[in-house]
């Protein structure tokens, strides 16, 4: 959601806050703001549009000052104007406040406010703060803080300065994501650690219900209540390098091409050939805890969700235990059936998603054990899981996710391996994985080899409106997938169904200006798509069939396919999914869409 940053410093700060929220342009981009504490009072710039309409404005006039705070949105509560852009002040003009997250009592908090003769000049949730905290100002910018979170209920990440404190900024966090940045005699703030890597490595995670307390001479953390707290200073490992684009036109393609080394990390150093199994110790699991296990839930959102189905079908087919995918956003209002012999798995690129981490809450609170699949280190999620596996995928900066939905896939094919060896999967069985995973690095190479097959593909379909993607068994996720890249990106309407589900509805839909995507390869089910595909041709639909080598019954009936290298039945997906992802890439880059910050989306959904 909306990305935050602030400096306390001897530096100037607009210029460090500017970049600080091009990296996190991703989290939010709908309008932007800065506010500076310039020695006689707040100087508050922001700016409907993208980051470059700000940076515009800031050409007109760049306030000097050495605190100050910097914000990116994506709206919740009014329209992405410029009136409703961060920072929002307080009544007197002193205070101003950044906030990702919702305050959901603001439109009571703002009632008792506007009898006090207090006037609102946005629609915001956040404006309503910036006053409350007014109200609580006697003085110490950090008690008044404290005072108004006190009251208000919902999920925020805040930063706030005032005038009257020209060299204090008090942040906060409950629910969304904030970090600490220490520098060499200077500090950050910042929603994640992107926007201030370039200055320092060293960051200190929040917890929620934790403030910190910038000063020109350091830091402290404390809760709501006054209590400081120790937190520990952590290292982050990966480099700038590593979220800059490097050569390639968009990070989601640049994401793309880099999957023959996010699934090799993902698997590097899990893997015990000898023994077929695999060494996931993070789990916090032991062989007894595995044994005693009756019950596994996935929960997840978007392309996470995907994965975990994929899971559902590596899991109940190779270890033999009941799984049940679940969408975050239901499990956690649902009321479900949860004990201590469940164990709950929260998938998450970012580790920040709110219906995950409350779907993850929800179950330790029933008493499930619970491990997280995550990319982001230090994230909410990885932090207050029981256990886990870290992606090791790198920063996925693009919207969509591509990079981190191949290096879910091989967790959970980890998981697998390792509970599936202590029931049904024989050693032998256990090393074939393993051998196929093993490959898969060359076998991904070998399909963005031919990337410019799949650009020739779009080339003929990128005018379309409507897609559909269908898919058996294992590959029915990655129908689903495929559909979402295509319309998150590009705008064109997709949908996802098993391929055998089109006869039931979807099949009135078919026409001759219909792309109808299989995903076919010579699986177990083979056979039954073929008839799929025949149904599709037999009402004029142009097939586009991603298929194996050798296939000619589907090449005889597609009108164009690409050929994916062959693998085990259920990795299949982890080479499936590249050629759709490049198809959706380069239709919507046809179609001349911002690839990288589709409309109305946001990378991390830190809201409900
Ligand atoms: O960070 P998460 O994996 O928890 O995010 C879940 C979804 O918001 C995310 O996968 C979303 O669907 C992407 N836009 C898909 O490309």
């Given amino acids: 959601m909306c990305g935050i940053v602030g400096y306390v410093g001897p530096r100037q700060a607009v210029g460090l806050l500017i ?32 980051l470059s309409a700000l940076e515009q404005r800031l050409t007109e006039y760049t ?29 007197s003009g002193k205070i101003a406040l950044i906030h990702n997250g919702i305050i959901e009592n603001a439109g009571a908090i703002k009632k008792v406010l506007e009898q006090r003769g207090h006037t609102f000049k946005s629609d915001t949730d956040t404006e309503v703060l910036a006053h409350l905290v007014g109200v609580c100002y006697r003085g110490s910018l950090e008690e008044a803080v404290a005072e108004a979170l006190r009251e208000v209920d919902g999920a925020y990440g805040i930063a706030v300065i005032c005038s009257d404190e020209p060299d204090v900024l008090v942040a906060a966090r409950k629910g969304s994501p904030l970090l600490v940045g220490v520098g060499d005699g200077e500090w950050f703030v910042a929603s994640d650690a992107s926007a201030i890597l370039s200055h320092t490595r060293s960051v200190v995670y929040l917890d929620d219900g934790e403030m910190v307390v910038l000063t020109r001479k350091g830091y402290h953390v404390r809760d709501l209540a006054a209590t400081r707290i120790e937190k520990p200073v952590n290292q982050i490992e990966w480099d700038l390098a590593t979220i800059e684009r490097g050569g390639y036109a968009h990070f989601m393609l640049k994401e793309i091409f880099e999957q023959p080394d996010t699934v090799r990390n993902t698997m590097r150093g899990h893997l015990l050939e000898e023994e077929g ?25 978007g392309t996470s969700w995907h994965s975990a189905l994929i899971g559902e079908y590596m899991l109940e087919e190779l270890a033999r235990i009941p799984v049940e995918v679940e969408y975050a956003s239901e499990f956690r209002y649902r009321n479900p059936v949860v004990d201590d012999r469940t164990l709950v798995i929260g998938i998450s690129q970012s580790g920040e998603t709110a219906d995950t981490l409350a779907a993850i809450r929800e179950a330790k609170r029933r008493g499930a054990r619970t491990i ?13 899981v029981d256990g886990g596996i870290y992606l090791h995928a790198g920063p996925e900066v693009g919207v969509a996710s591509t990079k981190a939905f191949t290096s879910q896939v091989i967790a959970l094919a980890l998981i697998t391996l390792r509970f599936g060896r202590l029931r049904n999967l024989s050693i032998l069985q256990g090393r074939q994985i393993i051998q196929g995973l093993r490959a898969l690095p060359e076998q991904v190479q070998e399909i963005l080899d031919r990337a410019p097959e ?63 995507v299989f995903i076919a390869p010579k699986d177990a089910v083979h056979g039954k798509i073929v008839s799929n595909v025949e149904e599709v041709r037999a009402r004029g639909g142009q097939v586009i069939a991603i298929k194996n080598d050798g296939d000619d019954q589907i090449k005889r009936l597609a009108s164009a396919t690409f050929t994916i290298p062959e693998t085990l039945d259920l990795l299949t997906p982890i080479l499936a999914i590249i050629p759709l992802q490049l198809f959706s890439y380069y239709v919507a880059v046809r179609r001349g869409c911002n690839v990288d910050q589709p409309r109305n989306l946001a990378k991390s959904v830190t809201v409900e």
């Fill in 454 to 516: 799949v650009e020739a593909l779009a080339e003929r379909f990128w005018r379309s409106n409507n897609a559909l993607y269908l898919g058996r068994g294992v590959n029915f996720p990655v129908a689903l997938e495929g559909a979402l890249k295509l319309k998150e990106i590009s705008y064109i309407h997709a949908e996802g169904y098993p391929a055998a589900e089109m006869k039931h509805g979807p099949i009135a839909l078919i026409d001759e200006n219909m792309p109808v």
């Fill in 277 to 301: 199994t695999a060494r996931v110790s993070g789990l916090n699991l032991t062989d007894d805890d595995i044994k005693r296990i009756n019950r596994i839930v996935i929960t997840a959102c």
């Fill in 19 to 50: 970049e600080g929220l091009r990296r996190l342009e991703y989290r939010g981009y709908d309008s932007s703001g800065i506010a500076v504490l310039n020695g006689s009072g707040l100087a508050v710039v922001k700016q409907s549009g993208k």
């Fill in 372 to 384: 997280g699949l995550v990319n982001v280190v230090g994230s909410t999620i990885a932090r207050e």
């Fill in 63 to 91: 306030p000097k000052g050495t605190v100050g705070i910097g914000h990116t949105r994506w709206a919740t509560h009014g329209p992405p104007t410029t009136g409703n852009a961060h920072p929002h002040v307080d009544q």
